[in-house]
């Protein structure tokens, strides 16, 4: 294990998950006070995230078990929660934060991760040809990074969730900004793929 590799796992896992901690800050501001919010997020987050790295694994040791062509419909997944979520915001338009039924709007593992899955879908297939050409043991290293990195991002996701000015923005905007990113994540997937031949 060298100081090289670890620099760039870091530097790779940084550069292809940023857009991560605004999505995590998302999931925790719609948990915002109710029980088993972190762990949720935490857990969905680790779940979409191995499953990724599953995917990119087997993939660099030649299996494929996610075509190619089948990343970008990967998007429908946060199409589909960020339009339910709409639906919902929709619903409860006319009740403050404090009315809003906990159990509608808390952050759900299942959902955490699926998010997870599609948005780092595109991840695999820049993992993919890192993981190749490093090796077993460099492979190694990388996963491990990122797993560790992936709980520095959990935390940051958790702090921008909870300053004072950003939580009170989320509060008030975080069932109507959730909807907008996970429908922004979703069709950016599906066009950047070409799905659908878009």
Known sequence: MTIGTIGQAAGLFAATNVDDILV???????????????????LGQYLGFIAILAVAVAAAFGATFL????????GLLPLALGARAAIQAWRLRDD???????????????SVAA?????????IGVYVPVFATAGVGGMTVYVLVFLLLLAVWIAAGR??????????ALSRWGHVLLPIVLIGIGLLI?????????
Do not use: H, W
């Open 24 to 42: 995590l800050a998302l999931f925790f501001a719609q948990g915002a006070g109710r029980r088993g919010t972190t762990r949720a997020v935490a």
């Open 67 to 74: 075509p190619e062509k089948a990343v970008p419909y990967l």
């Open 96 to 110: 403050t934060a404090e009315e809003r039924p906990a159990a509608e709007s808390g952050p759900k593992l299942l």
């Open 115 to 123: 998010v997870t899955f599609a948005n780092g879908g595109d991840n």
């Open 159 to 168: 702090y921008f969730a909870t300053r004072p000015a950003i939580a009170k």
């Open 190 to 198: 599906l066009l950047e793929g070409g799905a659908f031949g878009l």
